[in-house]
């Protein structure tokens, strides 16, 4: 058990952690904290990303219902001001991702890598112009919908209309194709999954869900929706939301491993990620409190006899295939 444990921390911090979603930038927007300050409060901030071993680490422009439908973009780039001011004021600690090679180099440095992603379509304001200028503003990964209907899509709000894709979200998505832009289709509803699975040209991203067959919440995915997923080439970040992981009680971090063991069973390990969802979550599983716990999810995936090489592809290098392969298309 102890060499268990020792093999698991020693493989947590050598390999590259990738978290493809977290809502921080909302709470520091509202000065309930600042990034290089640890705190009591939320999930995450550097100092607990560092305790924890993340690498990487997606910050989302997270847009609130109280500035949709007509002032998405105004939020989207006061949280952006918000996110190149905190990273100028720890630089010693973090630098943002501009391509792909950023990431190995800023590692390589000691500091926290970080990717820009917006999280609901109202950021770009029905143009496309506006899409290919968040994109020069840094913006690498886009979540078509929260869980409302926008001018792109529906969200798993909109369960009643079942409508997807508009003709300006399918638009977006070969746009973001185009750019080299994350496809995101967490929130996204069921119709829309297909419609972005159908249109995309390059593999998807679910950056914060679980699977349905454990957890039927409509923000997860159903097994054929993951199987398809996977033969595209896309990955799912296992989320800790604790609704999305079991209903009946208190969610734990065996749920998270419990999830993660059924889609490796789906489709293999090759298509698993992390998307914790901290800071966007009011509660955590048990053994999952913020980010400093991290390691103790490696070590839960040693126990249930993952191999290194799985545990550094859902780790992050899942992640990272992903991101390669959507970021090489850039022609911006």
């Known amino acids: 058990m102890a060499m268990d444990q020792e093999r698991a921390k020693h493989l947590h911090f050598d390999a590259l952690v990738v978290d493809t979603h977290a809502d921080t930038l909302g709470p520091v927007a509202r000065g309930q904290r600042r990034l290089g300050e640890h705190s009591a409060w939320g999930h995450v901030d550097l100092p607990r990303l560092r305790l924890g071993g993340v690498n990487v680490q997606f910050f989302a422009l997270y847009i609130e219902p109280d500035y949709k439908p007509d002032r998405g973009l105004l939020r989207g780039l006061q949280l952006a001001d918000v996110f190149y001011r905190e990273m100028a004021r720890y630089q010693q600690w973090v630098e943002p991702v501009f391509e792909f090679d950023d990431i190995e180099s800023i590692v390589s440095r000691g500091k926290i890598a970080v990717v820009l992603s917006a999280e609901g379509g109202e950021i770009i304001q029905g143009d496309l112009g506006v899409l290919r ?148 979550i009011g509660m955590t599983p048990v053994g999952l409190e913020d980010a400093t716990r991290l390691p103790d999810l490696t070590d839960g995936l040693v126990r249930r006899g993952y191999t290194d090489e799985q545990i550094r592809g859902i780790l992050g290098g899942n992640h990272m295939r992903l991101l390669e392969t959507v970021w090489a298309g850039i022609s911006c």
């Open 133 to 280: 200028m968040l994109y020069r503003l840094g913006v690498r990964c886009l979540g078509l919908t929260w869980n409302q209907r926008n001018a792109l899509a529906d969200g798993v709000g909109e369960l009643r209309t079942g409508g997807g894709l508009t003709r300006l979200g399918a638009a977006a998505v070969s746009e973001m194709n185009r750019l080299g832009m994350v496809v995101d289709v967490s929130h996204l509803n069921e119709a829309g999954f297909w419609d972005v699975l159908n249109l995309t040209k390059a593999p998807l991203l679910a950056s914060h869900t679980n699977a349905r067959a454990l957890c039927d919440h409509p923000r997860n995915l159903w097994d054929e929706q993951i199987i398809s997923l996977a033969r595209g080439g896309g990955v799912i970040g296992i989320t800790f939301a604790p609704n999305f992981l079991r209903s009946e009680r208190r969610a734990g971090l065996e749920d998270v491993l419990d999830h993660i063991d059924h889609v490796a069973n789906l489709v293999g390990t090759q298509s698993i990620g992390l998307g914790s969802d901290f800071d966007g």
